[in-house]
């Protein structure tokens, strides 16, 4: 049977006013699967008692969510770029930031997509804006990958082993937007935190990340009980 | 069920939709996939296991059918998805905020924004397309 030609019409006319909207290239998608995450992080907080302000860089409340498109230092002074506090009761403060680089053992510096840090770091790191951030202060950590082409994801998740080696390897996620089975083997195998086919529209891998993330936050409180 | 050409066709459609929307890139990736092919492996036979018993591995073309699959995967992933996460991250720091933006670290400009205006404003056609590209699934797949 052939399709129904006014299928694709509509179609068309859909792409046509979504457009606009949709990320021009897949960097753009990439950022904003980033802030997906991220956002997930900081509801998977806030469900655990956290109380969430969102900052810039000048420490200042912030109206617009302002994001870095390319990774970069947590110190860099201009532009202002926005972090959310994450405040639980006793315990230290710590922010959840998008893109940054974060030292590893070895020194090298680490671009984190998502990464949850302590304050105190990060305060460190802004007065000193040579400075990364310290992987052991990273809380949470998360490899966020939208609609990676299939050949490259499997070389994804291998750099995501290395990372994991360089910065600690508790609490760090590899997060995918797709299904990919290669890499759910590969990291499974090398029996790493992961989620795969984490989208909107699959509300059972949204829900298992939070859960994921709300267990980080849960386990980061108990230590100061 | 659909037949080669018509998924072909459908694939060439779709694709100059795309171009012609802006969203080329989404055609890109699927054809660099396309053109890697499907990964797939073959057991040695009798004669090439004297020299090992390593399975081969190898890649097939993609049928049409497939490839039209990718692309609406791609579709699906770009645009609709990419809808939601907006969504999703207004909803979860508050409608107050008025526009969530990227830009780079040179004061270069703003490379991408959104708001809550244009999230709610794409939301219903999102899920609406949703509906369609699962109906052509659905039609790709009682055939296989």
Redesign the interface.
């Known amino acids: 049977?052939?399709?129904n030609p006014a299928?694709?019409q509509?179609?068309?006319v859909?792409?046509?006013?979504?457009?606009?909207?949709?990320?021009?290239?897949?960097a753009?998608?990439a950022?904003?699967?980033e802030?997906?995450v991220?956002?997930?992080a900081?509801?998977a907080a806030s469900r655990v008692g956290a109380s969430v302000v969102?900052r810039n860089r000048q420490g200042q409340i912030?109206?617009?969510?302002?994001?870095?498109?390319?990774p970069?230092r947590i110190g860099?002074a201009?532009?202002a770029y926005t972090y959310a506090e994450l405040l639980f009761p006793d315990c230290p403060i710590l922010e959840a930031h998008i893109g940054i680089y974060v030292s590893g053992k070895s020194g090298v510096a680490h671009e984190c997509d998502v990464a949850v840090l302590h304050k105190e770091e990060a305060d460190r790191c802004r007065a000193d804006q040579t400075l990364n951030p310290r992987g052991s202060s990273v809380e949470l950590a998360a490899e966020c990958k939208?609609?990676p082409?299939?050949?490259a994801g499997i070389n994804l998740a291998r750099s995501f082993l290395g990372l994991v080696k360089d910065i600690q390897p508790y609490f760090r996620f590899f997060v995918c937007?797709?299904r990919a089975d290669r890499i759910k083997k590969l990291l499974h195998r090398h029996h790493q935190w992961y989620e795969l086919d984490v989208?909107?529209?699959n509300q059972t891998s949204?829900n298992r990340l939070r859960a994921l993330f709300e267990n980080t936050f849960v386990q980061f409180k108990a230590r100061y009980l | 069920m659909l037949q080669s050409d018509e998924a072909a066709d459908t694939y060439r459609t779709l694709a100059q939709t795309l171009s012609a929307e802006g969203l080329d890139w989404i055609v890109e990736q699927v054809s660099r996939e396309i053109a890697f092919g499907k990964l797939a492996s073959r057991q040695p036979d009798k004669e090439e296991r004297k020299l090992s018993r390593d399975l081969f591995s190898a890649t097939e073309e993609f049928t049409p059918q497939e490839r039209l699959l990718m692309l609406l995967e791609g579709i699906e992933q770009a645009v609709v998805e990419t809808a939601g996460m907006q969504r999703v991250v207004l909803s979860i720091v508050g409608a107050t905020k008025a526009q969530v933006l990227f830009g780079p670290p040179s004061p270069e400009g703003i490379e991408y924004r959104f708001g809550e205006r244009e999230a709610r404003a794409i939301g219903e056609n999102a899920e609406r397309l949703k509906t369609l590209l699962a109906e052509i699934r659905g039609e790709i797949l009682r055939g296989t």
């Open positions: 049977m052939a399709l299928l694709l509509e179609i068309q859909l792409l046509h006013s979504c457009a606009s909207i949709s990320p021009s290239s897949s753009a998608g950022d904003i699967y802030a997906y991220w956002a997930v900081i509801d969102y912030t109206t617009n969510l302002f994001f870095r498109a390319s970069g860099a201009s532009p939208f609609y082409e299939s050949r937007s797709r989208v909107p529209t949204q």
